[in-house]
Each structure stands twice: as structure tokens, then as C-alpha cells.
């Protein structure tokens, strides 16, 4: 991953220099699947995941005595953990597979050798762009995920949930940080690094035959979940220790 990211950032200072613009309607595209495209789904997981943790939260703990907490508890669980980890895994179900799948098959129709040899950078513009649309496209889906998780979590909470009825929306915002944010946007920024990288490579993996197509696929997907949770877990124990 490090090495294959190595040459993409280096074929792109490469292609810079000779003034070789970036591959732009790639790029675009590749935002609009991955980004605008999966906004239906991600409405809705936010709508649910937001009503059912501030629900359950707002439920549980005045049993323990702990409602001071409804609000900061809600933002950890939303914001910090649970809701980059399903943006990516959404992101990884519908464009991480597409991704693989796809440059799978260019290189069995000879599309990617026929690129290289007309002497086109294949780093710069067939991974580069995915690299660059996908990384866009986590971090703002996250963003829209946060808000209407919150905004749309606790209007659904408040009117349905009898127990959600003491939650104040000011005091729920206000319990929110800029270390939240950061944390939640550096996790969806290596999130959507991770997804790109891995699925590229596993596509460009392919040889010979049709059949390794969903077998590199498979793998992709697998690999992109395994070190999303690790990444997760890692900046959540290590580098943000102080927050939790």
C-alpha cells in the first residue's frame, strides 16, 4: 500500500513537471459514484444510526444516574467511532468492489497494456483519480453522515421516544469539539486512502483469466475492511488517547 502510494504521488510530480493535466472527467466521475450517488443510503443510515443511539443513550442512562453525559456520550459513539467505520463500509460495498472489478477487467481485455504502451502513466491516470475521488468522497459523506445523524437522530428521538424528551438540541451541538471533527475526518481521510489503494492494486493484481475477477474483488473488499478496523482502532487508542 505504501509502496504502491509512493509511485502514484511520484508518477504525478513526474507527470506535473512534462504539464500533463490530471485526468479530470476520471476524477469527476469517480466523485459522483462514490460520493453523489451513495447519498440515498447514507441519509438513511444516518437517520437510523442517529435515532438509535441518542435513543438508547437518552433511555439507559438516567437509570444509572448519568443524564449529564446523553449528549458527549452521544458524540463519541457517533461521531468518533460508529459512523466513519459505516460510511467506509458502505463506500467499500459499492465503489471498493466496482473499483477492483473494474480494472479486473481492463487488464484482461489488454486495455491497461495497450495504455502502456502508447507510454500513459498508468499510476498517474488510472489510480491517481480513484485515489483522489474516493478520498473526497469519504470525507464529505461523512460530514453530511455526522449531520444528519445528529440533526435528524435527535428530531426523530425527541418526537418518538418518550425517554428522549429531556434532550436540549443546543446542549447536543455545543457537546461537540473541533477534536471530534478532526478525529472523525482523519479517520474518513485514511479510510477512503485505504479503500482506493487496496482495490486498485487488487484489480491490477489480475493475469490471465476471468475467474481471478471475483476472487481479487473478494480479497479487496476484505483486505479494505481488516484495515479500516485497524486504522479505527488505532487512532482512537494511540493518537487520540487524551479524548476519549
Known sequence: MLLRTYLVLKSSLAERRHQKRLPLKTTSFQIFFTGIQALPIIILAGLVLGTAVIAELATILPTFGASQYIER???????????????????????????????????????????????????????????????????????????????????????????????????LISALNYDDIIVSLLKAGLFGWVISIINCIQGLAVRKSFTEVPQVTTRGVMNSIIFCFIFSVFISLYVFPAYL
Open 73 to 171: 456520550l452521544s458524540i463519541i459513539v457517533l461521531v468518533r467511532e460508529l459512523i466513519p467505520v459505516i460510511t467506509a463500509l458502505i463506500i467499500i460495498g459499492r465503489s471498493g468492489s466496482a473499483m477492483a472489478t473494474e480494472l479486473g477487467n481492463m487488464k484482461l481485455n489488454r486495455e491497461i497494456e495497450l495504455l502502456d504502451s502508447l507510454g500513459i502513466n498508468l499510476d498517474y491516470f488510472l489510480v491517481l483519480p480513484r485515489l483522489i475521488g474516493t478520498v473526497v468522497s469519504t470525507v464529505c459523506l461523512t460530514v453530511i453522515f455526522i449531520t444528519v445523524a445528529l440533526v435528524g437522530g435527535f428530531l426523530i428521538a425527541k418526537n418518538f421516544v418518550p425517554a428522549s424528551n429531556t434532550l436540549i438540541f443546543n446542549q
